[in-house]
Nanobody, 115 residues
């Protein structure tokens, strides 16, 4: 079964850091771009960051330069390092990619920033 599996979410205080992971199962992540999106309660899903197959990265203004995305092709995993977290970063974070013309989304991982 082809799927993306996210992990690494949790509860963190403002100013803290978390590292999210997105691992492909049955999907080779190295050949396609991988993006992180997030959705806070009552808000539409928003794009956060993308890493292209060649490693080029792009970030939403709201997270740049606090967040860093990169890929480890040997581990078939994409990471999102989040630093300087703010309460407004609280959301469910999803990774997504495409393979053979089909889009795949992970199940999401909850990030809560609160004191």
């Amino acid at each position: 079964q082809k799927q993306l599996v996210e992990s690494g979410g949790g509860l963190v205080q403002p100013g803290g850091s978390l590292r999210l992971s997105c691992t492909g199962s049955g999907i080779i992540l190295s050949t396609n771009g991988v993006a992180w999106h997030r959705q806070a309660p009552g808000n539409p899903r928003e794009w956060v960051a993308t890493v292209a197959s060649g490693g080029a990265t792009n970030y939403a203004d709201s997270v740049n330069p606090r967040f860093h995305i990169w890929r480890d092709n040997a581990m078939n995993t994409v990471y999102l390092q989040m630093s300087g977290l703010l309460p407004q970063d609280t959301a469910v974070y999803y990774c997504t990619t495409s393979s053979r013309g089909r889009a795949y989304w992970g199940q999401g991982t909850q990030v809560t920033v609160s004191s």
